[in-house]
């Protein structure tokens, strides 16, 4: 059974930095790509980065240049290394994954895969 583990979340004082993981595990045959998402308090989930598998990048535009995403292929895991963070970062951040896996013997593609969310939280 395939799933998402995010960690890497806590408590930081503006300015730092923040390093997120998450890996995905079980049957998996290919990832096409893998992101990460937040939310924040009485808001909508947005988008913050995405990574295809042979490396294509998208950004939202206002976290450009101070968020970076990356993946190891060889272990299903995406990172987001977040810098010069601010209190209007603080949200939970939730992993998700474009792939394709086995399901009751079946191969299954399935782009609505999520992990179960990390909180991060930055202070003034």
Same mark, same amino acid.
């Given at each position: 059974?395939?799933? &998402?583990?995010?960690? !890497?979340?806590? &408590?930081?004082?503006?300015?730092?930095? &923040?390093? &997120?993981?998450?890996?995905?595990?079980?049957?998996?045959?290919?990832? #096409?790509?893998?992101?990460?998402?937040?939310?924040?308090?009485?808001?909508?989930?947005?988008?913050?980065? *995405?990574?295809?598998?042979?490396?294509?990048?998208?950004?939202?535009?206002?976290?450009?240049? *101070?968020?970076?995403?990356?993946?190891? #292929?060889?272990?299903? /895991?995406?990172?987001?290394?977040? #810098?010069? %963070?601010?209190?209007?970062? /603080?949200?939970?951040?939730?992993? #998700?994954?474009? %792939?394709?896996?086995? *399901?009751?013997?079946?191969?299954?593609? /399935?782009?609505? %895969?999520? !992990?179960?969310? /990390?909180?991060?939280?930055?202070?003034?």
């Amino acid at each position: 059974q395939v799933q &998402l583990v995010e960690s !890497g979340g806590g &408590l930081v004082q503006a300015g730092g930095s &923040l390093r &997120l993981s998450c890996s995905a595990s079980g049957s998996i045959f290919a990832i #096409n790509a893998m992101g990460w998402y937040r939310q924040a308090p009485g808001k909508q989930r947005e988008l913050v980065a *995405r990574i295809t598998s042979s490396g294509s990048t998208n950004y939202a535009d206002s976290l450009k240049g *101070r968020f970076i995403i990356s993946r190891d #292929n060889s272990k299903n /895991t995406v990172y987001l290394q977040m #810098n010069s %963070l601010q209190p209007e970062d /603080t949200a939970v951040y939730y992993c #998700n994954a474009d %792939l394709i896996h086995s *399901r009751y013997g079946s191969i299954v593609s /399935t782009s609505d %895969l999520w !992990g179960q969310g /990390t909180q991060v939280t930055v202070s003034s």
